[in-house]
């Protein structure tokens, strides 16, 4: 599955690769594969390849969404087509900047084991004339040739902001390039699932937000108690330190109306300040930390 969209001389080259580096082809190669299509992207020039180490469990908090993505985490084998489910199309998340939409497209690719590729619009445009619309299908044609993946496309609202003027501004290369994408969100027949992420919903276009281009839309808001409680579990424990070791209820309480970056910032600055007065990280540190941040 995961060599599909590879040519018979790629997979042969990445199994020999395999055999040859480890004695034997498992499951556990499947990273391998996944760097022979890293060389593929790198060479088309327009998308991006992100390894990512995220996992779901490094989320804290948005359960909901995580439990929709579990469910569709089978979706994308055999025995799902002989079902009849056509391929997960993709998810928008729109919300509150700094609040872990990024970090979830990310973690997406690790947990369904599949590349992550990172559309970056701006990488679209050409200064030749019809180099722009034969850029998004080229780009297009790479995802689909390595599928099955997760595209993110991050911050789409700033993408389509500039449709509505496209004609005045750019001769309408703009409002082409997003048709185009937007066709293709719809009728595409690869398992290419699109994570798509945005803060500004008033400035996406209606055809975006229906149903069919894009399975579902989730708004992401400020974690709630219970959520800043597991984000700070989670940043302590990635930083070496034993959570039980901090006053969690009194820094939960603290660090009301944070986003998670902002509670993730507050712990690197304790962890700065406390490295400079040579001590161990105390939860002082962190709560003078999260007082400090307007």
């Known amino acids: 599955s995961a060599a599909g969209g590879l040519t018979l001389q790629e ?36 998308l ?10 490094d989320v804290g908090g948005m ?11 089978l979706a994308f084998t055999e025995s799902a087509r002989k079902f009849g489910l056509p391929a ?49 299908r080229r780009a297009i044609a790479v995802a689909e040739s390595i599928a099955p993946a997760v595209m993110w496309v991050d911050e789409i609202d700033k993408a389509f902001a500039g449709m509505s003027g496209s004609a ?29 992420t945005a803060n500004d919903i008033s400035q996406l276009p209606p055809e975006l937000l229906r149903k069919g281009r894009l399975d579902e839309i989730f708004f992401v808001d400020l974690p709630a108690s219970a959520e800043r409680r597991s984000i700070l579990e989670i940043h302590l424990r990635k930083r070496g330190r034993n959570p039980a070791d901090f006053a969690l209820d009194e820094l939960t309480a603290a660090a009301h109306g944070f986003s998670g970056a902002e509670i993730e910032q507050a712990i690197i600055s304790a962890l700065y300040d406390a490295f400079y007065m040579g001590q161990e990280l105390r939860s002082q540190d962190v709560l003078r930390s999260i007082e400090e941040t307007v």
């Open 88 to 136: 997960p199309k993709g998810v928008l998340l729109v919300g509150v900047q700094g609040c872990g939409k990024s970090l979830c497209a990310k973690a997406v690719s690790r947990e369904w084991n599949m590349p992550l590729l990172r559309f970056d619009v701006g990488r679209m445009f050409s200064s030749l004339v019809g180099s722009s619309e034969e850029n998004i």
């Open 168 to 196: 005045g501004t750019d001769g309408g290369t703009t409002a082409r390039v997003m048709s185009t994408f937007l066709t293709w969100l719809s009728e595409k027949q690869k398992p290419v699932f699109v994570l798509a």
């Open 63 to 73: 359960d909901q969404l995580k439990e929709w993505l579990q469910r569709r985490s």
């Open 11 to 46: 997979a042969e080259n990445v199994f020999a690769k395999t055999i040859v580096t480890d004695g034997k082809l498992t499951g556990d190669d499947v990273s391998t594969v996944f760097s022979e299509k890293q060389q593929i992207i790198r060479k088309s020039g327009l």
């Open 48 to 57: 991006e390849y992100y390894d990512s180490a995220s996992q779901l469990g």
